[in-house]
T-cell receptor, first 114, second 116 residues
Framework: GENVEQHPSTLSVQEGDSAVIKCTYS??????FPWYKQELGKGPQLIIDIRSNVGEKKDQRIAVTLNKTAKHFSLHITETQPEHSAVYFC?????????????FGQGTTLQVKP | GAVVSQHPSRVICKSGTSVKIECRSL??????MFWYRQFPKQSLMLMATSNEGSKATYEQGVEKDKFLINHASLTLSTLTVTSAHPEDSSFYICSAGGTGRNYGYTFGSGTRLTVV
């Protein structure tokens, strides 16, 4: 089955610096790759997603890149702020994207130091 | 945007009792509902997938008789933890897959279950 590997497990940056989180997936049929932010005691919140027909997507200070050949995708946060501190999860699914299984990476705890 | 309401947010129950967790899609039809559990400082592990009106499909290692899932309507799915034990204590999260403009997955806010 699908396996998603996420690195690093923890990441500490200074406010204003960039943060990059990387994920690799095993199922070449995966075609939907969302990123979630989870705060303590809450459910995951979608921050950005990308489909397999797109190589890059940006939303203000957040961007995601996808390399289908290498089967990896990355989350880029620029000009980090303390409110970006949270646990981030990547995920992958196949099929129509909203009915296929969503498999999560192991998570990255991001700490942004003021 | 798409909203999934999950209740209760926290529940404490005694060993041997059953607990029901509800997930409702408030403004869209959830054709597919997913149930996850998450242990502290770990990732979300998919337990089962259910389609409205059909029996749930459970992931390997998940006891279907212990974790009963009902998805009787396009807006409501329930997870019942039967004969709960302390090792069932976890954070349970539902996710709904919608259609149309609500493409993607919308997560509930989670339920913290503590079995004493």
């Amino acid at each position: 089955g699908e396996n998603v590997e996420q690195h690093p497990s923890t990441l500490s940056v200074q406010e204003g610096d960039s943060a990059v989180i990387k994920c690799t997936y095993s199922d070449s049929a995966s075609n939907y790759f969302p990123w979630y932010k989870q705060e303590l005691g809450k459910g995951p919140q979608l921050i950005i997603d990308i489909r397999s027909n797109v190589g890059e997507k940006k939303d203000q200070r957040i961007a995601v890149t996808l390399n289908k050949t290498a089967k990896h995708f990355s989350l880029h946060i620029t000009e980090t702020q303390p409110e970006h501190s949270a646990v981030y999860f990547c995920a992958a699914s196949r099929g129509s994207g909203n009915t296929g299984k969503l498999i999560f990476g192991q998570g990255t705890t991001l700490q942004v130091k003021p | 945007g798409a909203v999934v309401s999950q209740h209760p947010s926290r529940v404490i129950c005694k060993s041997g009792t059953s607990v029901k967790i509800e997930c409702r899609s408030l403004d869209f039809q959830a054709t597919t509902m997913f149930w996850y559990r998450q242990f502290p400082k770990q990732s979300l592990m998919l337990m089962a997938t259910s389609n409205e009106g059909s029996k749930a499909t459970y992931e390997q290692g998940v006891e279907k008789d212990k974790f009963l899932i009902n998805h009787a309507s396009l807006t409501l799915s329930t997870l019942t933890v039967t004969s709960a034990h302390p090792e069932d204590s976890s954070f349970y999260i539902c996710s709904a897959g919608g259609t149309g403009r609500n493409y993607g997955y919308t997560f509930g806010s989670g339920t913290r279950l503590t079995v004493v």
